[in-house]
């Protein structure tokens, strides 16, 4: 069973940046595409961000679009979610998560994601 750690949240100002990562463990890390969520209280968990297994496919969400990267390093078991220009709609609590197999779908949406992190937080203060 694939086991996912996210590590990087914390508080920030509007305008600043955070990076988020997340070890993998107990699979073969390049099989597998991943992403991450995003979820607020109350809220649906949404998509955020994926990326194909050798990083040559990416996809984000409108919203962070521009402002967001997402990266991967094979050989470190590990993704990166890459956060500039942080507003406060940016809050919420942050999931990376996987998909079981090298490509996400066209359409992928939360219920595409196979594992799942424990989540870390992000604040965005105005």
């Known amino acids: 069973q694939v086991q996912l750690v996210e590590s990087g949240g914390g508080l920030v100002q509007a305008g600043g940046s955070l990076r988020l990562s997340c070890v993998a463990s107990?699979?073969?890390?390049?099989?597998?595409?991943m992403g991450w969520l995003r979820q607020v209280p109350g809220k649906e968990r949404e998509f955020t961000a994926a990326?194909?297994?050798?990083?040559?496919?990416?996809r984000y969400a409108d919203s962070v679009k521009g402002r967001f990267t997402i990266s991967r390093d094979n050989a470190k078991n590990t993704v990166y979610l890459q956060m500039n220009g942080l507003k406060p709609e940016d809050t919420a609590v942050y999931y990376c998560?996987?998909?079981?197999?090298?490509?996400?779908?066209?359409?992928?949406?939360?219920?595409?994601?196979?594992?799942w992190g424990q989540g870390t937080q992000v604040t965005v203060s105005s």
């Open positions: 998560a996987g998909i079981r197999g090298p490509y996400y779908r066209d359409n992928v949406k939360t219920e595409s994601f196979d594992y």
């Open positions: 107990g699979g073969t890390f390049s099989n597998i595409a």
């Open positions: 990326i194909s297994w050798n990083a040559l496919s990416t």
